[in-house]
């Protein structure tokens, strides 16, 4: 299955592009598999530690969460303002 990845910011800059597609296998698999395939590094730690947030379709997620075909990604720091 082919999906299309986003980055901002610090991400964009770690990966010198803002958007790529991928293909990825397996059966059901889920954004953490995509973390493995991505090799951007310790993507999982930050996530897990809240300094990188996911978005499937344009929603919050979890690196729990399935992902199906053309289904889009995108990874960025949170948002602060005030």
Do not use: C, Q
């Amino acid at each position: 299955m082919r999906l299309k990845i986003k980055f901002f910011s610090i991400l964009r800059e770690e990966t010198g592009t803002k958007e790529k597609e991928v293909e990825i296998t397996g059966e059901n698999p889920k954004i953490k598999d995509l973390l493995d395939l991505l090799e951007i590094g310790n993507l999982e730690e930050r996530i897990r530690n809240g300094l990188i947030l996911v978005a499937k379709n344009f929603e919050y997620t979890s690196t729990t969460s399935e992902i199906k075909d053309g289904d889009e990604i995108a990874f960025f720091p949170p948002v602060s303002g005030g």
